[in-house]
């Protein structure tokens, strides 16, 4: 792959913005297939227990509407987003787009005669979820949807819990207005479980109800008959932690025995390690939104690939892990079966590379976020370091990268053909079998590739004062990445250089050395090599590639 494919390669960055784009319109489709919109004059059926019957049948999304809203009503608002959170069923506001984002909720629902979308945008943010209501065509011809995520089109059928509704538009309009949206429509409007599916049939991403669940002789067969129409499961209600010691009870059983390294296991005020010649010390954080995100990964995946990130660290150093502290901040509609189930994780990562839990604490938070500490014991004759490069060293990889940058973008566009590169985003894995090699050839230079082999090399070059220039000719593209970038366009190298999370080794030595290496880790292989220092880190990085950075307002992960 030469110069020419490099220079193509620059339609990279415009690629994944297509890619977070149809991705995001898939989500949305998703999210509106079951709306249900609140009614704050039902007869004896409180907000609160609509919201649970409708999320119970399989509600996709929840809007709170209360046109006679006031700051007495905030209690009500924050149950309803507490539910919602709990069992992660996005939580829009209709009109108020400072209550939306007082509360935090993923969203706001305007009305013609509100605000525009443009200033709800500015000021919930770019991953807020904005809908807008349109009636007709010349409506939505004259509704700015640049900042708009779908819109709500009705009545499509008579309905009498909005006396100020439009007339009745039926199913011709909403499939005319289906026909000319440049975004998913949602039908709103007198529809139940036996109207449902015309809506469907008309192009609708989704139905939103009200009064066939809130005034509802029976609203959780009214709830379920809907979600039944809509293709939507069942979900077990579930109420968030509230007993922090019976928690940690839970957890330790999870974990491993104690022993070895520590003398004193969890339980007291500190941990008691034995003595360790050579101790090694790593952290990593891993927040919500930024690093992972639950609807595409299980509790247990999230708390295995942040053992396999944390420990990556002690495998660079060529340390031995012995004990890992977790501090958790824990929102107050996290059920205690997610949380168990991370620890389901970090426990599976403990016993795939040693060590044990040593401790850690459980605190209430607005986001979860998860604060790891590793002990290790270093090797007793070397440490390596991103500052021992030298000019005349190849710069090589220890397997295969671009692998989980292509598995973040499937999850992103929900493109299930490729397994395997989802799997490499998932479950990344530590390589200390690499690092017990490299040591044994005193390789002194080497770290691992969390944010992309373009920006971990120049880490590299930094430390070292010297030049790097890659080679792509030398790069070796697994099969499921071809396959993959042939399907969608995109150059593999390009994701190779840019993409993040793929924790191999990068390491600088003579090229004599390698040959050597190679023969033990056959998946090896050369990317470039260093040279005296010219001016630049790298002499010949494409002008679109940038490292995969978790802060400074990128967050790969939304």
Known sequence: ???????????????????????????????????????????????????????????????????????????????????????????????????????NADGVHLGQADDAGTLARRVLGPDAIIGISVSTPEELAKTDLSCCDYVGCGPVFATATKPDAHPVVGLAGLKTVVEKSPVPVVAIGGIDALNARSCFECGAAGVS??????????????????????????????????????????????????????????????ALLSPIQNPVITTDTQKEGVHFRRDWQAPDEIGQKAVAITFSDLAASYARPLALFVNLSVPSHMPDRDIEAIYQGISAGIKEYGGVLGGGNISSGSAFSMDLFAIGDGHPDIFPLRANARPGDGLYVTGPLGLARAGLDCLRKKEDRFPDLIRAFKYPKARFDAADVLAS??????????????????????????????????????????????????????????????????????????????????????????????????????????????????????
């Open 441 to 558: 050839f005193g390789v002194a230079c080497v770290m691992d590739i969390s944010d992309g082999l373009a920006g971990d090399a120049v880490h590299i070059a930094a430390a070292s004062v010297v030049s790097i220039t890659f080679d792509s000719s030398l790069f070796h593209i697994t099969p499921a990445l071809k396959d993959y970038s042939a399907v969608c366009g995109v150059d593999p190298a390009w994701m190779m250089l840019a993409g993040g999370e793929d924790y191999q080794l990068l390491f600088a030595c003579r090229p004599e050395t390698f040959a050597r290496i190679q023969s033990l880790i056959p998946e090896a292989f050369a990317v470039g090599h260093c040279g005296l220092f010219s001016g630049q880190f790298i002499t010949n990085l494409p002008g679109d590639v940038m490292s995969y950075q978790h802060g400074g307002g990128n967050k790969p992960y939304l």
């Open 209 to 270: 109800v009200i009064s066939c669940i809130s005034r509802a002789e029976d609203p959780k067969a009214g709830a379920e008959a809907l979600a039944k129409v809509c293709g939507c499961s069942h979900r077990p209600l579930v109420s968030g932690w509230n007993d922090e010691f019976g928690l940690i009870e839970k957890i330790l059983a999870l974990c491993p025995d104690s022993g070895g390294a520590v003398r004193v296991p969890p339980g007291d005020d500190a």
């Open 1 to 103: 792959m030469g110069r020419r494919k490099w220079r193509d390669s620059r339609n990279g960055l415009r690629f994944l913005a297509k890619i977070v784009d149809k991705a995001r319109l898939l989500n949305i489709h998703q999210i509106l297939r079951f709306y249900y919109i609140t009614d704050a004059d039902a007869p004896l059926f409180s907000t609160l227990r609509q919201v649970e019957t409708a999320i119970a049948a399989g509600a996709t999304v929840v809007q709170y509407r209360n046109k006679s809203f006031s700051l007495k009503d905030m209690a009500e608002v924050e149950a309803v987003r507490k539910v919602c959170n709990t069992h992660n069923v996005p939580f829009i506001v209709n009109d108020h787009i400072l209550l939306a984002k007082a509360v």
